[in-house]
Each structure stands twice: as C-alpha cells, then as structure tokens.
C-alpha cells in the first residue's frame, strides 16, 4: 500500500490526542487567561463550603435569580430561574426550560468541599510553653502535607447566646497565621526514618501552634491555654464552650498562584473540586435560553464519602426538583417525581489524577489522564474491579462524546491509576440511583489532595467549554 494511503488510514482509524494549545488560536489562548484569572478570584475567596456557596450565589444573583423558597408559598408564576441554599454548605441553581421539569433535566453536579483540617470540639490546650489547638482531618490527605505550613482559619460559629460569628484569620498580610509544627532532620533518624510513611505522622499530632502569651503568674495553671482563650474572648466574645457549635477548617493561606514561565498553570488549594464548580457554574450562567431544563448542583461532604444531610446521599436533589415541579405548574407526586428525575442526564463534574512525570508507574499509560489535554472522561472510578462506581453506559458515553465533537472540545479519557494500584469515587453512583445516566467528566490535576494542587489553564477553560455545550445541546 502507498504512503499517502496509510496516511490516510492513519487519519481515519487512529484516535487523535489533541493538546489543548495547540488546538486554539492566538484570540482563544488570550481568553484562556483571562478565564482563569477570574477562577483564581473564585479559589481565594471560597476556602471553605460555605464560602463558595455565598460565592456561587452571588454571581446567580447577579443575573436575576431568584431564591426558590420565596415562590413556593405563592404557587405558579413566570420566574424562571431559582436557586436554593441548604444549611449554608449546598446549593442548586436552576434555568427552567421550555421542556418542563417533568420531563427531565441536564445536571452538572460538583461538590464544594476539600481536604482539611477541622478543629475539634475541645481543641484547645497547652505544652511545655506554648498555647495549641487540636484538629481531626477531613478526607484523603497525605499528613505530612499539613506540617510547617502556614494556615489560615475559617469557619463558623454559634455562640451562648445563640449569636452567629463567622471568622476567616489568616488570609489578609496583616493577620496572623498558625502552623504545626515539624521534626528537624537532625533529629528524625530513630522517630522517623526507619518507619513506614503510614506510621510517621500521627493524626493526632496534627496540632495548631495558636500562642506562647501566659496569662497569669508562675503559679497560673494552664496559663499558656488560658492567654489563648483570653485573645479569643477579647477579639471575638468567645470563651471555650463555643468551640462545641463550631465548624472551624485550618486551610492554607496562600493564594491562588501561576506556575511556570509560561504562566500556563495554576497552583492552588481546593481545586479538588472547585475547578468543576467554577466552571459549571460559568458554564451555567452563560449558557443559552435551555430548551430542557439545566440544574447546576454544588455538593458538601463529597471527600468524606458523600455523607450527612448536604451530601450527595441525601434528598437535597429530589427536594429541589420537587420545588421545580411545583413552581413550573406540574404534579409533584411520587411518580412524577420519579420519572423527572430518571429522564434526566448529568455530568458528574469531578477531577481525574493527571499522569506525574515522576510516577508514571503508578498509572497505565494508554488510558492515564494528562495535564494540557483538555477536559477527562472518566467512564468509571471505583476500587480494584470498579467497586464503587456507577460505570456509564456507552449510549450516554457515545451521547456525550457527540456533544463534545461537535463543538470542537478537546477531551480525553482517564482512570484513577493502575487497577490494582488504588482507586477513588464520586457522586456518580449517588445520582445514578435515580435512574439518569451519569458520567464523570472534569479536568486532571497534579497533586490532587494536597494543599496546592496544579491544573492546566488550557483544561480549566476547556472544561468551561465543555459543560457550556453540555448544557447548550438541544439534539
């Protein structure tokens, strides 16, 4: 057979692997930079759940949403786009389109939480001279990330008298920050050295430095505890039972960052997974007059299995799309319910693992994600035989795969490593339970679950573009 032939054969039967830079022009690449500037705004202010969800809220506001719990008590009218917020950690925002509710949805559901560490209820005490704080860390993290680092707290709390404090220390140049501290290398040989990475680092020993003040004389017990307390009570009104109703997250303090000569990166924490929400929530609020419904959803307790009452796990979907049923004119009995949400498709918008240059072993290279190669279809996650997962069928793959073809997304697919090398999940299987055909689909990272993770510029403003076309596809 000729070369030009095989060339041409080539063409036609090998799947092509496109980076994303050079798939756009010089006017897209400026719009790349752009994008990510304002998603670097997103991830400075929206540390925590509760913060991205007043961020989230905001920006609907701003183009005419509408809380959908306001309506309710009123019955049908005109309004067509809503929002709902529940316990302050989800939130859901809808475009009624001109196919209604009941006939079924399309769902881009991220979640808004990170790893971290929580304080815990009694968390504050004392050692040798100085003032500390104890913490319980929260989802997958790698302990030893946490140490010497500087770190910011955020959180809420209700005090005695019912009265509601929300904090946020550490991010601003002037305030103070707090760490844990480390064990100098000079001295780690016998305590660290010879131990398994699993054995060194206690979680336990994940404590906040929080002051050195006495207050008191010598004779003082817990002085060194009570000179924290006496700080807290001064400049907040809080004494130490309030820690009992609070939620106080220690994150990094750093900002957001651009890596690289280039630029061409952003390093940040929480991008696991608030990259899927910024750019859901972009997507969302761009995205053209719907002819079928659009829900954006922004999950809590993700990294902790989906748990609790603004997890996936719970009702907080069926009771928002009962809402919409109600408020679009239309039965909201069981049934109805049902088939609105089994009619309905939804890109579980979560990150893959980008393949690291210096762990490509950990990855089977044929179908690992990479970074700058757009955004990452992962048809299934799960542990060792795909425990776990909700596995999507191949006509919603096929589906979706269209949508992205046709307008010119750059995509491609990924597994969470090598089979037997460990593995991950998502909301997938939570939403799936409905019936509606769901698949994985968000950008790769480096670092993932660390406190600066790293994606692609390219893969955060393709990712935009892909779930715009998701929501836009009216075939």
Request: charged letters at 25%; hydrophobic letters at 35%; glycine letters at 10%.
């Amino acid at each position: 057979m000729k070369k030009a032939g095989i060339k041409k054969i080539k063409e036609i039967l090998l799947k092509k692997r496109t980076l994303v830079f050079d798939h756009l022009d010089k006017k897209d690449k400026e719009q790349v930079f752009q994008f990510c500037e304002k998603y670097k705004d997103f991830l400075n202010q929206s540390k925590t759940e509760r913060e991205a969800v007043l961020q989230i809220v905001q920006a609907a506001k701003q183009k005419g949403f509408v809380d959908i719990d306001t309506l309710l008590e009123g019955g049908t009218n005109n309004i067509k786009k809503v929002y709902k917020i529940f316990q302050g950690r989800c939130v859901a925002l809808a475009a009624i389109g001109k196919k209604l509710p009941h006939l079924g949805a399309n769902i881009i559901a991220s979640h808004i939480d990170s790893p971290r560490l929580d304080l815990k209820q009694n968390p504050i005490y004392e050692d040798l001279s100085i003032g500390l704080m104890k913490t319980h860390y929260y989802g997958g993290i790698r302990k030893y990330h946490w140490l010497a680092l500087p770190l910011a707290l955020h959180g809420t709390i209700i005090k005695s008298n019912n009265e509601r404090l929300d904090i946020s220390i550490g991010e601003h140049q002037d305030d103070p920050v707090f760490t844990i501290t480390d064990l100098l290398p000079h001295l780690a040989g016998k305590t660290q050295s010879s131990k398994n990475i699993s054995e060194v680092f206690d979680g336990e020993k994940l404590n906040l430095v929080a002051g050195s003040t006495p207050l008191g004389g010598d004779d003082e017990k817990e002085r060194f505890k009570l000179g924290v307390l006496n700080c807290l009570y001064e400049k907040y009104g809080l004494t130490e039972e309030d820690f009992v109703s609070a939620e106080i997250e220690a994150v990094p303090s750093e900002k957001a960052r651009d890596i690289g000569f280039d630029r061409s990166m952003i390093g940040a924490y929480g991008q696991d997974d608030r990259v899927c929400a910024y750019t859901g929530l972009e997507a969302f609020l761009d995205s053209q007059s719907p002819e079928k419904t659009a829900i954006a959803l922004f999950f809590d307790k993700e990294e902790i299995g989906s748990e609790g009452s603004s997890g996936a796990k719970s009702n907080f979907l069926e009771d928002f799309m009962s809402d919409l049923l109600f408020i679009s004119g239309g039965n909201t009995d069981n049934r109805s319910l049902r088939k609105a949400l089994i009619h309905s498709s939804c890109l579980s918008a979560d990150v893959n693992a980008a393949m690291d240059p210096d762990f490509k072993e950990v990855h089977e290279a044929m179908n690992a994600a990479k970074l700058g190669f757009g955004i990452c279809i992962t048809k299934f996650t799960g542990v060792g035989g795909k425990s776990g997962a909700s596995d999507a069928g191949s006509e919603f793959v096929g589906n979706i795969r269209r949508i992205f073809n046709k307008n010119n997304i750059v995509w491609q697919t990924g597994e969470l490593g090598k089979i037997d090398q460990g593995g991950g999940g998502t909301v997938a299987k939570f939403l799936a339970k409905f019936g509606m055909n769901v698949l994985d689909c968000g950008p790769a990272l480096l670092s993932m679950h660390s406190p600066f993770e790293i994606s692609s510029k390219a893969d955060v403003y393709m990712t935009y573009l892909a779930y715009k076309a998701f929501y836009n596809d009216n075939d």
